[in-house]
């Protein structure tokens, strides 16, 4: 399994970014797929997720009305736009997914980092 983000970048307040994650490795078509984001001397938390069809989705509080999770099955990858980002949105942010061969076993990308700052 391997899980691949790009499109982060330093932004200013307000501003946009949309994070793309590749997977490959296992079926991704079956599988719900999330962002998570760590900000400095922070606990990584849950930003949003998407079930495996995509017609489901949550969010955290935080985010909610201005990140927007998507995906297209096709492509496997999984989409994080994020519109009005706040300084408080600085972070790296890490795709993950949970897969099923035998057990359950989470895996992680690299991660990407968003800074929002003027």
């Known amino acids: 399994v391997q ?5 982060g970048g330093l932004v200013q307040p307000g501003g946009s970014l949309r994070l ?5 490795g296992f079926n991704f078509r079956n ?5 998570y984001r ?3 001397g922070k606990e990584r938390e849950l930003v949003a997720r998407i079930i495996s069809t ?9 985010v909610k009305g201005r990140f927007t999770i998507f995906r297209d099955n096709a492509k496997n990858t999984v989409y994080l736009q994020m519109n009005n ?12 997914t949970r897969t099923w061969t035998g057990g359950w076993r ?7 980092q ?3 700052s003027s």
């Open 38 to 40: 760590q900000a400095p």
């Open 114 to 116: 968003v800074t929002v």
């Open 31 to 35: 599988y719900d797929m999330s962002w």
């Open 106 to 112: 989470d895996y992680w990308g690299q991660g990407t």
């Open 85 to 96: 980002l706040k300084p408080e949105d600085t972070a790296v942010y890490y795709c993950k």
């Open 54 to 62: 995509g017609a489901g989705t949550n969010y955290a509080d935080s």
């Open 3 to 7: 899980l691949v983000e790009s499109g």
């Open 20 to 24: 793309s994650c590749v997977a490959s």
